[in-house]
């Protein structure tokens, strides 16, 4: 018998992962809401030993047709390709674009970004560790980057996931902040790497400032009180000329010579302009040296008292909703202001969120879901397995929620009015139904349901509202879903393979389009 209203650890979890399983929700039980969130506070360098032999042993297929014209010519390829990009270093990513995929099909030049955007998938389905995926899906969104600016750039997003944001999901933001400000694809995005010393490019010191840290709330404007809780366009004008020179090693003047064309984070005197004064409050010209400079810009904006402000609320609104606890808020800033220095300032932030109050397993839910987090609680609640296909790539496509796609610096927005939407609703309802019978999140109804209740819709219908939800849907919606199974049944029973199919577009993607699914 179904719970009439969802447990403490169900609340929880689906506020803080890709959808709570029964299988979590009995674990948090047996070991505690606060172990559950030490565990995954402590999660292995990199993915765990299963989940990294599962990605392993992926393949992708690619598909082009030979090509002969001027100075570009390649054979027809047709064949499953293991995924190698997964584990390039940011060298080797930049170049084998350099001096290969910049001559190669369109296949070959996207085939990294369909990689990652398969990895992304298979790791918010399959990853034991959660909270990571969760954060790390946070932050990427935080310092978003879109992967239509150039080829480098979308292919360093391999390095950009992997050895700047996930690493740090939990760590200090001063160190996170550095990583972004030094990584090709935020560098190329936002313009820095081409800032020139007779005029530093503005672009990155801006969002830096808005979106990144004190947040466009506290923006004053061109004149300003000097001793108001901001920053001014004088402000940004300062930390542009202050991080200029900033840049990518890719064979420009460097002063001596050309430097060398690596891809490598560089600091280029010969691009850095010498003029910065006061920014913030703090006179620039006191640093003579232009890489500190830089750095002094970032420990500004990081410990600015609206930068604690703005992204604890930004986070508590991921987490709880358009209009989170101002309890939440008060102690995550607490924590954010009091571990500063930290080596995991971050995660201190979230235990004082997750555990420091109750607010985390009270409901009801009302944070909507957007696509990619429907179709991945759909891929996790239903027991689907996720498996590399370049559809990650395009499958999100119409509802504007494809990994790396958002086209501007400020992020997919998080409001329930940006995704609750009949457009947005209905393709995403038509998207969880195709993945129900899909080849790429593989899930076989008749092998998924115990065999002992397969032939009663009743019990059938309170096994899978079970599996996805978590506790029964109104006597209404119940007994609708039970008349789905039973149509089925005495129709096609007869006929294994339609039966499957049948239940598994009909039955299963119903349950996903409950707003009970849908808010989490």
Known sequence: MLPATPSFERIALNRVTFGARSIDEQRAKQIGWPAWVSEQ????????PELEAYLRAQVLHIEYPAYDFMNLSWPAVKKDRPLQWLWSS?????ATVRDKLAFSSVQEQLRPYDELC?????????????????????????FSVSANKDIQGRNQLIVYDRDIVRPNVFG???????????????????????????????????????????GRDVYLGKNADPGAQGFTDEDIIQASRALSGWTISKGQFGGKGPLPDTGEFVFNPYQHNTNAGLCLGFDLSTISDGLAQGRKVLDL???????????????????????????????????????????????????????????????????VRRPHERAVAFARTT???????????????????????????????????????????VMTWNILQSLSYSIYAALNYVDATPPDILASPTRATEHWVG?????????????????????????????????????????????????EFTLR
């Open 467 to 515: 599996q996805m939800i978590g506790y029964s849907l109104s006597p209404a919606a119940m007994n609708a879903l039970a008349g789905v199974i039973d149509t089925v049944n005495r129709g096609y029973k007869s006929d294994p393979v339609f039966y499957t199919a049948a239940i598994g577009q009909q039955f299963i993607a119903i349950i996903a389009t409950a707003p």
């Open 41 to 48: 506070l402590n999660p292995p360098s990199g993915d765990e």
């Open 90 to 94: 940011a060298a080797t990513i930049y």
């Open 172 to 214: 200090n933001f001063r160190k996170l902040l550095e990583g972004i400000a030094t990584s090709l694809s935020m560098l190329q995005y936002l313009d820095n790497a081409d800032s020139q010393a007779y005029q530093p490019n503005e672009n990155y010191a801006r969002e830096l400032m808005e979106l990144h840290t004190l």
């Open 383 to 425: 027991g689907s397995k996720v498996t590399a296909n370049e559809y990650w790539v395009y499958m999100l496509q119409p509802v504007m929620d494809n990994p790396f796609s958002w086209p501007t610096p400020d992020g997919r927005p998080d409001t329930n009015a940006f995704w609750l939407n009949t457009a947005t609703n």
């Open 301 to 367: 904006v990081a410990a600015h008292p609206a930068t604690a402000q703005f992204i604890c609320t930004k986070l508590c609104k991921r987490i709880f909703g358009d209009d989170p606890p101002a309890q939440a808020i008060a102690r995550a800033v607490a924590a954010w202001n009091a571990n500063q220095a930290a080596p995991d300032q971050i995660a201190k932030v979230l235990r004082a969120i997750l555990l420091d109050g109750n607010e985390i397993g009270i409901g009801p839910a009302v944070k």
């Open 118 to 142: 398969s990895a992304i998938y298979i790791r918010n389905a399959h990853s034991r560790y959660q909270l990571r995926e969760f954060m790390a899906d946070f932050w990427l969104n935080h």
